[in-house]
C-alpha cells in the first residue's frame, strides 16, 4: 500500500498552485502592456484627427479667400470665430476650433492682399495651432 500510495502521487495530473500564480502574472503583465498600447494609439488617433480636421477648415477658408477675392482689398481686417460668416463663408466651424483670418494690404499698385489664416485648437491642455499664409490678386 505504501508503494501505491506513492505511485499515485507522483501521477498526479494538474498544476500547481505555483504554476497557476506564474501563469496569472504573466497573463495580467500581457493585458496591462496591451491596455497601455491601446490607449497610447487612441490618444495618437484623436490628436491626428483633430489636426487633421484644424488644417481641413483652414485650407477651406484659405481656397475660399483665393477663389471670393473680388475686392478683398476693401475688406481689410481681422475675423475670428463667427464674423467668418461675414465674409460669405457659411462651413461651420468644428467644436472647439478658433479660427481666425488677417487680410491686409500687401501692394497696392498690384492689387495685392496678404491673406492670413490661423486655426488654433487645444489638446490635452496645450495650445495648437495651424496657419496659412498666401498672397491674392484683388479683383
Not at 500547481?16 to 504573466?26: K, P
Not at 496591451?34 to 484623436?46: E, L, Y
Amino acid at each position: 500500500m505504501c508503494k501505491s500510495s506513492a505511485n499515485l502521487l507522483n501521477n498526479q495530473k494538474g498544476l500547481s498552485l505555483i504554476e497557476v500564480l506564474v501563469a496569472s502574472v504573466i497573463l495580467i503583465m500581457v493585458v496591462s502592456v496591451t491596455a497601455v498600447i491601446f490607449t497610447s494609439v487612441s490618444s495618437a488617433n484623436w490628436s491626428t484627427g483633430r489636426r487633421a480636421q484644424a488644417l481641413n477648415y483652414a485650407q477651406g477658408l484659405m481656397e475660399f479667400m483665393r477663389t471670393h477675392n473680388q475686392d478683398l482689398l476693401s475688406q481689410q481686417g481681422t475675423w475670428q470665430d463667427e464674423e467668418i460668416a461675414d465674409l460669405g463663408y457659411l462651413e461651420p466651424i468644428p467644436e472647439g476650433i478658433s479660427p481666425r483670418i488677417e487680410i491686409a494690404l500687401y501692394d497696392e499698385e498690384l492689387d495685392l492682399a496678404k491673406v492670413h489664416v490661423l486655426v488654433e485648437w487645444q489638446m490635452s491642455g496645450q495650445a495648437l495651432k495651424t496657419e496659412l499664409v498666401t498672397l491674392v490678386r484683388s479683383k
